[in-house]
């Protein structure tokens, strides 16, 4: 039973535009959720976080939006550059737990 | 400053041979961490150290998994009998705090069975 769900295993999205990321999870207990992006042969780097006592967190072109009635969060990222084509990793605290990514592929 | 480092950067191996991957986290990080990323797959936890507390070995798949964190520091991952479903990208990640912040990753290893 994943406790972390990122339902779209793709997404691709045009230069310029913005990207949304969309993350689920089950367990109410989570206190802290995180971002991580991946690019091939490398491994995953850290992106942008949240805690659960706020709803939003920005930083430059990424903003982490959560919804804790819902138990859903979003990343966004605007204007998508052709560098962010990456997997992306949804992450829950405290037992870390990961979803199993996005593949965001911005398209020229 | 230095990042995570592991070693072997590959390793192909026969099935029923034994393995081992290694681990250098950032120094003064007290946790760390091993996921292994299967074709596909997302990450998948296998085992996390912190401090000089007893390692959460909740994720090893099988007790052909084995690791170990000498000194606090540097971490080793052990495969007994490899099988072919091993076959994955083993990631090493360390951490200055318990849960709730960021980890460093490792490159990772990539691990193939024949």
């Not at chain 1, 491994?43 to 805690?51: A, K, Q």
């Not at chain 2, 230095?2 to 590959?10: D, E, F, I, L, T």
């Not at chain 2, 401090?51 to 998994?65: Q, Y």
């Not at chain 2, 951490?95 to 960021?102: F, R």
Request: charge should be neutral; aromatic fraction near 10%.
């Amino acid at each position: 039973d994943q406790q972390v769900k990122q339902n779209s295993p793709s997404l691709s999205v045009q230069e310029g535009r913005i990207s949304i990321l969309n993350c689920d999870y089950t367990n109410s207990m989570f206190d802290y959720f995180l971002w991580y992006k991946k690019y091939p042969a490398e491994g995953p780097t850290f992106l942008i976080s949240i805690s659960s006592i706020k709803d939003k967190n920005e930083d430059g072109r990424f903003t982490v939006f959560l919804n804790k009635s819902a138990k859903h969060l979003s990343l966004h990222i605007v204007p998508s550059q052709p560098g962010d084509s990456a997997v992306y990793f949804c992450a829950a605290s405290p037992e870390i737990i990961f979803g199993k990514g996005t593949r965001l592929h911005i398209l020229p | 400053g230095a990042g995570v480092s592991q070693s072997p950067s590959n390793k192909v191996t026969e099935k029923g041979k034994d393995v081992e991957l290694r681990c250098d986290p950032i120094s003064g990080h007290t946790a760390l961490y091993w996921y292994r990323q299967s074709l596909g797959q997302g990450l998948e936890f296998l085992i996390y150290f912190q401090g000089n507390s007893a390692p959460d070995k909740s994720g090893l798949p099988s007790d052909r998994f084995s690791a170990e964190r000498t000194g606090g520091s540097v971490s080793t991952l052990t495969i007994q009998r490899t099988q072919q479903e091993d076959s994955a990208v083993y990631l090493c990640a360390s951490s200055p705090q318990t849960s709730g912040y960021e980890q460093y990753f490792g490159p990772g290893t990539r691990l193939t069975v024949t």
